[in-house]
Nanobody, 125 residues
Framework: QVQLVESGGGLVQAGGSLRLSCAAS????????MGWFRQAPGKEREFVAV????????YSADSVKGRFTISRDNAKNAVYLQMNSLKPEDTAVYYC??????????????????WGQGTKVTVSS
């Protein structure tokens, strides 16, 4: 079993930066894909970014390209999301998620096996 815990959220002014961390405990495999999703009140949970376990390839949503960067440190069982040039529309609860090897739609929450409890990010204008 894998447990995920996010941290690093908070209140920041527009244009500022935050770095989110996701720490994993339990059995963690380097082959797992690790993703970040976010959910604002009254909205669907949406894909933010993912890093593939084997290849290290990354994909990100159009809304965050050029501003957010996902990375991982398998030795520390951790994944990070560096968020720069934050906008008020980035305000949401951010979740990290782990996907076991195999086929799946990487942008879909349904493809992921494990989820953290989320960390809140509020960007003020």
């Amino acid at each position: 079993q894998v447990q995920l815990v996010e941290s690093g959220g908070g209140l920041v002014q527009a244009g500022g930066s935050l770095r989110l961390s996701c720490a994993a405990s339990g059995r963690t495999f380097s082959s797992y894909g690790m993703g970040w999703f976010r959910q604002a009140p009254g909205k669907e949970r949406e894909f933010v970014a993912v890093i593939i376990g084997n290849s290290g390839r990354t994909y990100s949503a159009d809304s965050v390209k050029g501003r957010f960067t996902i990375s991982r440190d398998n030795a520390k069982n951790a994944v990070y999301l560096q968020m720069n040039s934050l906008k008020p529309e980035d305000t949401a609860v951010y979740y990290c998620a782990a996907k076991s090897p195999g086929p799946g739609i990487l942008t879909s929450p349904a493809a992921y096996d494990y989820w953290g409890q989320g960390t809140k990010v509020t960007v003020s204008s």
